[in-house]
């Protein structure tokens, strides 16, 4: 079994089974610049179609990313993605980019107009005000993974440092980065159709699974897009936070210190995405239920 934590010394074929395998736990421990993204953008397509798009296009674009910066790596020209502060930059980056998105949806078609039992969804005074909706731009999930896929973190510095360097020839040292990047895919993929299926099975009507769906979308979006200019902010300005965490004794990347990249995943998919979401559901099912015996 591969070294995941500290591999080094490999052979090519050993360095492009490591790289794929780094891959796939990247995609599945929560890391800032994967889940949060893929599940804004995957809900708010509210099926498992619109879910699996969403990844793939995310996904894709990281993994070209990943490929040109192990081919730079092989080069030696990847250094600078080490620089200090640069992480803190993308925060702010990825962060003007999620509320973009989220400006995006809220520009969109609105909702349609609601009618249960007789009652208009607007008339409720205790329902959440959202009604000018549309699905985000398409392409953002892309731009978004380009983007975030210059992050520097121990996955990076095994990709560019040991990986990519085993490579015998300058032909191949797009090859790590893009192995990576398939095993982050295939992860994130099956993420989005999974989060985009949470959206769809929900026994409502179809108004309610979208205006649900892309509400929670929106919130995530605008709301976990200006917690990531903040923490990119708090950390250029206070560098010790964001090398701070608490560490945690495992030998997995991402789960080795939970410090301000775990706050920002976890708290910007469970404390905004699923709390938005269980929120609005619970307001659709007790409309539903209140208007249930006017039928």
């Known amino acids: 079994m591969p070294d995941l934590w500290n591999p080094s010394h490999l052979d090519p074929a050993a360095a492009l089974v490591t790289a794929l395998l780094l891959g796939l736990v990247h995609g599945i421990t929560p890391d800032e610049h994967t889940w949060p993204i893929t599940f804004s953008y995957a ?24 490929a040109l910066a192990s081919q730079l790596a092989w080069f030696g020209l990847a250094g600078w993605m080490g620089l200090a ?7 702010i980056l990825v962060g003007l980019l999620m509320a973009l998105g989220g400006r995006l949806l809220a520009r969109g078609r609105a909702l349609p107009h609601l009618h249960l039992g007789g009652r208009c969804h607007a008339d409720d005074p205790g329902f959440p005000a959202q009604a000018a909706h549309g699905r985000a731009a398409r392409w953002m999930p892309a731009v978004h993974g380009f983007v975030a896929g210059w992050g520097f973190g121990g996955f ?3 990709l560019y440092a040991t990986l990519a360097p085993a490579m015998p020839s300058a032909w191949l040292g797009w090859l790590p980065g893009a192995l990576f990047g398939l095993g982050t895919a295939l992860v994130q993929v099956a993420a989005g159709g999974l989060f985009g299926r949470m959206a769809a099975r929900r026994h409502l009507p179809p108004e309610a699974i979208r205006a649900i769906a892309l509400t929670t979308a929106y919130r995530t979006l605008v709301w976990g897009g200006l917690a990531y200019v ?10 010790r936070l964001a090398e701070a965490g608490l560490h ?40 539903a239920a209140e208007a249930a015996p006017s039928r």
């Open 43 to 66: 809900i708010g397509g509210y099926s498992t179609r619109a879910g699996l798009r969403a990844g793939l296009l995310f996904s894709a674009s990281f993994t070209v990313q990943r």
């Open 85 to 91: 502060g640069l992480d803190q930059w993308l925060y």
């Open 156 to 158: 990076a510095l095994i």
């Open 230 to 239: 903040l923490a990119g902010i708090a950390g250029l300005l206070w560098p």
């Open 248 to 287: 945690t004794g495992l030998h997995v990347h991402n789960l080795a210190t939970l410090g301000l990249p775990f706050v920002l995943a976890v708290g910007v998919v469970l404390g905004v995405g699923l709390g938005s979401f269980m929120q609005q559901l619970r307001a659709w099912r007790r409309l």
